[in-house]
């Protein structure tokens, strides 16, 4: 789930213990899921805007933290926003929750 460099750097930061990641992946589900239903809002008013500052955000912190997979959807996503393009947005905020609810996953296999 987690780029195998960026996977060894969060250890390494952590002492090589999996601690830092650990903290690292539970802040970014909770706020990953804030700006999910953030998004959801600006979608259903109208609020373009907003709701790509929201995803560029999101985007960041996606790339951040080596989960590339995730990231693709999110950085075509603020491509489609910053062009003005809405068309994919519900179905783009529908694959970020899935992706979300995968690194959700990711996240109980350290538990």
Do not use: C, P, W
Not at 25 to 47: C, S, V
């Amino acid at each position: 789930m987690i780029d195998s460099e960026k996977l060894s750097e969060l250890r390494d930061m952590g002492d090589g213990k999996d601690d830092f990641l650990l903290e690292m992946l539970d802040k970014y589900i909770a706020r990953a899921g804030e700006q999910i239903t953030e998004a959801t809002g600006l979608l259903g008013e109208g609020d373009a805007a907003k709701l790509q500052k929201v995803i560029h955000s999101l985007k960041g912190s996606t790339l951040s933290l080596g989960l590339s997979e995730a990231a693709k959807n999110i950085v075509d996503f603020d491509k489609e926003l910053k062009a003005g393009d809405l068309s994919r947005a519900a179905e783009r905020i529908d694959k970020i929750g899935a992706d979300l609810a995968r690194v959700q996953d990711y996240r109980k296999t350290f538990s």
